[in-house]
């Protein structure tokens, strides 16, 4: 079985950073990709990136290029999301996600989902 444990959510003043950890357990990491999600409330999850575990692609919504960085840690079994230059309109419960194969912006693709972890950043 896998399992995603996600961490670092808070409150921030907007500007401000958070680091999102999700920590994987189970299968091999090798054949997925894993992804932020993220959703408010009314609103359906929402693409915010995705790294490829085999040779570790990113890929980011227009949304959060150049201010999010997702990055992972092979020793720790553990994707980061960095968030920089944080907005209001960036909180959100955020979710990381897993799936067999190539990255996807699609949430209805990926198999594996953690708890979520509330982002609220304060204007």
């Known amino acids: 079985q896998v399992r995603l444990v996600e961490s670092g959510g808070g409150l921030v003043q907007a500007g401000g950073s958070l680091r999102l950890s999700c920590v994987w357990s189970?299968?091999?990491?090798?054949?997925?990709?894993l992804g932020w999600f993220r959703r408010t409330p009314g609103k359906e999850r929402e693409y915010v990136a995705t790294?490829?575990?085999?040779?570790?692609?990113?890929y980011y919504a227009d949304s959060v290029k150049g201010r999010f960085t997702i990055s992972r840690d092979n020793a720790k079994n553990t994707v980061y999301l960095q968030m920089n230059s944080l907005k209001p309109e960036d909180t959100a419960v955020y979710y990381c996600?897993?799936?067999?194969?190539?990255?996807?912006?699609?949430?209805?693709?990926?198999?594996?989902w953690g708890q979520g972890t509330q982002v609220t950043v304060s204007s």
């Open positions: 996600a897993a799936r067999r194969g190539d990255y996807s912006i699609l949430a209805g693709v990926y198999d594996y």
């Open positions: 790294i490829n575990w085999s040779d570790s692609r990113t």
């Open positions: 189970g299968r091999t990491l090798s054949i997925y990709s």
